[in-house]
């Protein structure tokens, strides 16, 4: 409710989380990028005017007090020009476009030191340290430390408990189904589900999950 947004809005609410996906910073090799720090300077696309990862990427850089020069374009535009050789790092959910970009380029994703992700993940309650391997990534040699950005089933405040608490019952209790339909929610279940982000839940989740034992 802060930032780009006017106001604070007090009356959304989380459900649940249905899944955790990755920001990466892709990184030509050659770059002589082999740590955060080592991102100072450098040319960095991170997403279009306005968008989610375009206002993160600074976020991010103020933790450490480094400094990039940030250039924003589409995805399609980002992709290209790392491939080419025209930014040194490029902002990126893990995807189809990722796994192009490493298909036609010599490219890796930064992995992230235990420090540095400790003080990402403790002053952003939305990100989670997580870890990407190869074979999440073709052509990544060796499983990338990152953090990742959870993904959440919302309501508002006023929304019925008995519906949200049904909701919760009903989609937990058969979480397989979510697991193996989405690469991102391989971990999918109760206790992945419950996950404080500094955004409070709705009253019928925190009932159902309280009844589990979790909340």
Not at 10 to 29: A, Q, T
Not at 33 to 45: M, P, R, T, Y
Not at 91 to 116: E, K, M, R
Not at 141 to 150: R, Y
Request: aromatic share 10%; with cysteine.
């Amino acid at each position: 409710g802060e930032g780009g947004f006017e106001s604070a809005y007090d009356n959304i609410r989380l459900i649940m989380r249905g899944e955790k996906f990755p920001p990466l910073y892709v990184v030509r090799e050659g770059a002589g990028i082999e740590s955060l720090a080592d991102i100072e300077g450098k040319k960095v696309a991170a997403g279009s005017n306005g968008r989610g990862l375009a206002n993160q990427h600074p976020q991010i850089m103020y933790l450490f007090d480094i400094e990039t020069d940030q250039v924003n374009m589409s995805h399609s535009d980002g992709q290209s020009a790392v491939v080419d050789g025209n930014i040194d790092a490029w902002y990126v959910f893990l995807g189809s476009s990722v796994q192009n970009a490493f298909s036609t380029a010599d490219l890796n994703v930064l992995s992230l030191s235990d420090s540095t992700l400790d003080t990402i993940v403790s002053e952003v309650p939305a990100l989670d340290a997580m870890e990407v391997p190869p074979d999440r990534l073709t052509g990544l040699d060796s499983t990338a430390s990152v953090f990742g950005e959870g993904t959440w089933w919302v309501t508002t405040a006023d929304y019925d408990a008995d519906v949200i608490n049904h909701i919760c019952e009903t989609v937990l209790a058969h979480p397989e189904a979510i697991r193996e339909n989405n690469v991102n929610s391989e971990n999918f279940g109760k206790e992945f589900a419950y996950y404080d982000m500094g955004v409070p839940y709705h009253d019928g989740a925190i009932e159902y999950f309280e009844s589990e034992g979790i909340a």
